[in-house]
């Protein structure tokens, strides 16, 4: 395993990756020069100048990045604030909008409290390593994020994998792994990011609570995306937001801005502010982010059956315009994150550089992503991606996939 070598060993291995797929490499990390929106300015590997490209490969569902209150909101904060994050929230205090956004945030929800972290990253191991303890146990989707098998690493209690949205064996692994009088939390995803599928959140639930455990939700993917005015999780499932132990998401994604929130009863929020080290040892959130998350999150509570709706919409056609020519897609019908298994690396790699060459920027998705052998192409489709981007998207996938495959 990677994670086992020496420095000295990464690099080999890297080297010998990068001259084994050149091409491949001159793509990793490409440079935008414009708004993540509709058709992004991409700059990749040694090249100069930016092409634009019909953008498929962006989180911000909603194309709140752009709008004017957002952008508005941003500027008027580093107008008052300033543009630093002040220092860790408990030594150096946070700013007013940090308190108003993580209130807002509560309310949305339908929680007593919430927390707001610097990535969705960290709130994930502030998670995973303060919440439960040494008798406790944390069993997990198979196919969770890797910041929650990180926080995995960083708690003290035990540990379980469950297999993907298979409710029978959770209830398996908990009875397996659980300790007599011990704690128990359950961790799954409202939207998977690399399947765009949903889990039985409703059969999770039952399950946690004839097992008394508690279950843990990471709507990262969900927010503006499920439910009929994009509130989620639970307004998709149906289920009232106390079944729900600890409720996390990003800022980072329809929100468009950067960081992390965890809501909860005023226990949960409490061991986590002063227990979470990922919290306690790191800054605040600029407050001109937390100022255009909150006008974002104002967006989403007064314009949120539209613009999931419009969004349902996208990804409806975008799998219709692939089937009708034959392409296989995985994932839920409404859920804009839409893959395409190709299986193996260098095949996917070589699809995913002759879309570029077609002006569609789409994540080529390969190992230690995902699993060896399940590589995909994966699209992430917003509200401002136009029918006519869907067909040329549709089109560019066939010919890169009997390109690649030449």
Do not use: W
């Amino acid at each position: 395993m990677l994670e086992h070598a020496s420095f000295d060993e990464r690099v080999r291995l890297l080297r010998l990756a990068q001259a084994g797929a050149p091409d491949a490499y001159d793509r990793s990390f490409p440079v935008l020069t414009t708004a993540a929106t509709r058709v992004v300015g991409v700059r990749i590997g040694g090249a100069r100048a930016a092409r634009a490209l019909r953008n498929f490969a962006s989180s911000n569902y909603l194309n709140l990045s752009v709008r004017p209150e957002v952008v508005e909101a941003c500027q008027c904060a580093v107008e008052r604030y300033g543009s630093g994050a002040n220092g860790s929230p408990i030594l150096n205090g946070r700013f007013e909008v940090h308190e108003a956004l993580e209130e807002a945030l509560a309310r949305f929800v339908g929680t007593d409290a919430a927390m707001l972290f610097s990535a969705g990253y960290a709130a994930n191991l502030g998670i995973m390593s303060a919440l439960a303890g040494g008798s406790d146990v944390i069993v997990v989707d198979r196919l969770v994020h890797a910041s929650i098998y990180d926080g995995l690493r960083l708690s003290a209690g035990r540990r379980g994998i469950f297999a993907h949205n298979d409710v029978a064996d959770l209830c398996r692994v908990l009875q397996r792994r659980r300790q007599k009088g011990a704690g128990a939390l359950v961790v799954t995803e409202g939207v998977f990011s690399m399947d765009g599928d949903i889990p039985p959140l409703r059969a999770l639930v039952a399950a946690c609570a004839e097992e008394g455990a508690r279950i843990v939700v990471d709507d990262a993917h969900a927010l503006g995306v499920l439910g009929p005015s994009g509130r989620g999780s639970c307004e998709h499932h149906g289920i009232a937001p106390s079944a729900i132990a600890v409720h996390m998401g990003t800022l980072s994604k329809t929100l468009a801005g950067i960081g992390g929130y965890v809501a909860g009863d005023r226990d949960v929020i409490d061991v986590l502010r002063f227990g979470a080290r990922p919290s306690l040892f790191s800054a605040n959130l600029p407050p001109m982010v937390a100022a255009g998350c909150l006008a974002a999150l104002g967006i989403v509570e007064r314009e949120g059956t539209a613009l999931a709706a419009a969004l349902r919409g996208r990804a409806r056609q975008f799998r219709a315009e692939l089937a009708a020519r034959s392409i296989q897609a995985g994932g839920e019908v409404d859920v804009p994150i839409v893959p395409i298994l190709l299986g193996d690396d260098e095949r996917t790699l070589a699809a995913a550089g002759r879309l570029l060459q077609a002006g569609i920027f789409a994540h080529s998705v390969v190992f230690p992503a995902v699993p060896r052998g399940e590589a995909r192409l994966r699209f992430m489709l917003s509200v401002g991606n136009t029918p006519e981007d869907l067909v040329a998207a549709a089109d560019a996938v066939v010919d890169a996939i009997r390109g690649a495959s030449a």
